[in-house]
């Protein structure tokens, strides 16, 4: 298998919340271990999420967890994410569906490069860039 780009990203004990939304929007298979899952008895964060991976119909993989005690949570200043290719029908949704309760840094429009960019931070804090390639 080849190497891949996958992000991960760190929340504040909104992680299992912040998965399933990633998954309705993107579509996919979900699987979340707990702390507790990994031994930890600590209850004020045996619940919490050690590890989430979504893996998308499109291929595309997201991973996150909880920050434990002891870690320092920096919310969406480590993480960016890009959304990139020439399908803009499914660029579009992707965009709708993340900007919902969310900022819009840049509108999704034209750009002088040629492509269509936006982006926003979700209500999460984690900032998205889309851009759309002309087809060719």
Partial sequence: MASRLTPYIAFNGNAREAMQFYQE???????????????????????????????????YVLMASDTPPGM???????????LHGDDEQELRGFWEGLRAGGTVITELAPQ?????????????????????????
């Avoid at 320092?72 to 890009?82: A, S």
């Avoid at 040629?114 to 889309?130: A, L, N, P, R, S």
């Fill in 25 to 59: 929007v993107f579509g996919g298979e979900l699987a979340s271990n707990t702390f507790a899952e990994f031994g930890e008895q600590d209850a004020s964060y045996a619940d919490l999420i050690m590890h989430s991976q979504l893996d998308t119909p499109g291929g």
């Fill in 112 to 136: 002088m490069w040629g492509d269509i960019y936006g982006e926003c931070q979700d209500k999460f804090g984690v900032t998205w860039m889309v851009n759309i390639s002309p087809r060719g």
């Fill in 72 to 82: 320092e949570y920096r919310p969406g200043r480590t993480v960016t994410m890009i």
